[in-house]
């Protein structure tokens, strides 16, 4: 009888025990959720300042740029007129060439003369 006490009395003691440590663990496991889901929250909140930010940031130089453009339109006018005249006046088929500009070995080939 009092064998079948002390099994009984382990038993229970072995189930509060493992009870407690299930128990313990869950807090535990609770508390890490918690902390990740704050985590989540807060960086979630940094990801759409940024966003905001960039979005403004990005509204401003557009607004500069089109003040600017207006402005610039004669100059860019100048500008191109100038472009246009030097790519005519350049071309690399017309033999435009100085003794400084390509080498003459460049042109010739002084290798073996043997024939294959």
Same mark, same amino acid.
């Given at each position: 009888?009092?064998?079948?006490?002390?099994?009984?009395?382990?038993?229970? $003691?072995?189930? +509060?025990?493992? /009870?407690?440590? #299930?128990?313990?663990?869950?807090?535990? =496991?609770? @508390? %890490?959720?918690?902390?990740?889901?704050?985590?989540?929250?807060?960086?979630?909140?940094?990801?759409?300042? $940024?966003?905001? +930010?960039?979005? /403004?940031?990005? #509204?401003?130089?557009?607004?500069?740029? =089109?003040? @600017? %453009?207006?402005?610039?339109?004669?100059?860019?006018?100048?500008?191109?007129?100038?472009?246009?005249?030097?790519?005519?006046?350049?071309?690399?088929?017309?033999?435009?060439?100085?003794?400084?500009?390509?080498?003459?070995?460049?042109?010739?080939?002084?290798?073996?003369?043997?024939?294959?």
């Amino acid at each position: 009888m009092e064998l079948q006490n002390n099994v009984i009395n382990d038993e229970y $003691l072995f189930q +509060k025990r493992m /009870e407690l440590l #299930i128990d313990t663990n869950n807090k535990k =496991v609770s @508390s %890490e959720l918690n902390n990740l889901k704050n985590m989540v929250s807060q960086l979630n909140n940094d990801i759409h300042e $940024l966003r905001k +930010k960039i979005n /403004e940031s990005q #509204i401003e130089p557009i607004m500069e740029t =089109v003040k @600017s %453009e207006e402005r610039s339109e004669d100059i860019d006018d100048n500008k191109i007129k100038k472009i246009e005249k030097q790519k005519t006046a350049t071309s690399p088929r017309c033999g435009d060439y100085h003794p400084e500009d390509v080498s003459i070995n460049k042109f010739f080939y002084f290798g073996n003369k043997k024939s294959r």
